[in-house]
């Protein structure tokens, strides 16, 4: 059920929005998040009925970027919470537990946080340095990667994490090695011209050591 890419939705306008994420599923991808910031709750609305309706045509998971309202509105699979969004334990309480939550971290006390109310999964970051995100908080890293996934494990804490913020295609492997579940992206995605060609790429460093 959590793939290990997820790609996160870019575009200003529902149009560019829209064209973004049916390129991506066209290309195989397999997980949307949409992120869609201060917009009108009409426009909002619009792009994610019609991103609701494609993602169920590619058999995709669909995940509203902190609207939660939103998703529980449209039956999303799920929301993902920002670390000044709503607690989670409040959005279980409304979603129910069926949906799917996810929420960002920078550390690991914010994981060990998530997991105690009911998290779905992590998107810990960021790697490095990515002017998708405005407010930015400090940069892991690798080793900041390592630190906080062993420090899950001495605690025996167990959730899919993650890596978002900046990531190329040669950082999957290091990044897959510190004992992440996955990577989310969004630009890397987006602006690529051969879509179908790198998610290809991606998911076989993503599953590289993946028994089946």
Known sequence: M????????????IEEQLYNIHEALDAGCDWV???FKNQTEKDSFALAEAVKFLCEEYLANFIVNDNLYLAQQIAADGVHLGLSDMKID????????????GATANTFEDIENHIKNGCDYIGLGPFRFTTTKEKLSPILGLSGYFKIIQDLKRNK?????YAIGGITPNDIAPLMETGIHGIAV???ITKSDQKGKLIQQLNEKLYANVIV
């Open 2 to 13: 959590y793939h290990k890419l997820q790609y996160i939705s870019q575009g200003e306008t």
């Open 33 to 35: 998040q949409l992120r």
């Open 90 to 101: 409040e959005a279980r309480a409304i979603l129910g537990n069926t949906k799917i939550i």
């Open 157 to 161: 804490l167990e959730i899919p994490v």
């Open 186 to 188: 969004s630009g890397m």
